[in-house]
């Protein structure tokens, strides 16, 4: 077989089957797509004329992501193919930087995150965190992880320094640009291999602990506890199941 930079295009058909194995795609996801037989999409990727309709090519181009220019006529040679490829990776990343840099902008720096604690007996949790412009995420009883940003919501993982334990913080990122925005959180509670839920929020500002219980409000309207119940049962009928 020839090498993909020297391959000539003459049809639709041989492009389709060059960007399937450059692309590594499905070819049952593409049949699912035309509404075809896996086999006849087979026999499709090895005609030497154009049978493909354009409503085809542009379902696929938009399942896959695929610049439908790639079946301009005028791309004759896989070398055209993924230079057009590769422009659009490249644009995509541009596109993805610019909203991730002022979301980093926002957010690097020092925040002060309160919520409450699993110890019934404490009052309102507040830890320092810093995060950086890489997106590494440290807080001052030395857990550290790191920023994932999505396109409307990010999410920072970090790994308690002495249990191990994963806390994970989920946030909406249009929140992020005023010095205050709540989050959610799922850890393991203190003492007690449980999980447990905590709605909290981030804030630039120490704040005063009259002022954080208004904010939070009632502890039992913003925190959900694993009861030990609940995970006895999932024991119990785990071999009931099998």
């Not at 959180?185 to 449980?194: A, G, P």
Request: hydrophobic share 35%; aromatic share 12%; charged share 30%.
């Amino acid at each position: 077989m020839q090498e993909e930079t020297d391959e000539k295009f003459y049809s639709n058909e041989e492009k389709i089957d060059f960007l399937i194995r450059h692309l590594k795609l499905n070819v049952k996801d593409i049949a699912d797509l035309f509404g075809m037989q896996s086999n006849y999409i087979s026999k499709l990727r090895n005609a030497d004329h154009d049978t493909l309709r354009p409503l085809h090519l542009y379902a696929f181009t938009g399942a896959f992501n695929i610049p439908f220019k790639v079946f301009d006529k005028n791309v004759k040679d896989s070398k055209q193919l993924k230079a057009i490829l590769e422009e659009q990776k490249k644009e995509e990343k541009e596109e993805l930087f610019k909203k991730n840099k002022q979301l980093i902008d926002d957010i690097e720096g020092d925040w002060y995150a309160y919520f409450y604690p699993s110890n019934r007996f404490s009052e309102i949790y507040r830890i320092k965190t810093t995060i950086e412009p890489d997106g590494t995420v440290s807080d001052e009883n030395g857990n550290r992880g790191k920023l994932f940003i999505g396109t409307n919501q990010s999410l920072i993982i970090k790994e308690a320094r002495n249990s191990k334990n994963l806390i994970n913080i989920t946030f909406d990122n249009h929140q992020v640009a005023y010095n205050m925005f709540h989050f959610s959180l799922v850890s393991k509670r203190n003492h007690n291999n449980l999980e447990m839920f905590n709605y909290g929020f981030f804030s630039r500002y120490e704040i005063e602990t009259d002022m954080l219980k208004e904010i939070l409000g009632a502890k039992e309207k913003v925190q959900l506890k694993m009861e030990c119940d609940f995970a006895e049962r999932i024991s119990e009928y785990v071999t009931l199941i099998k």
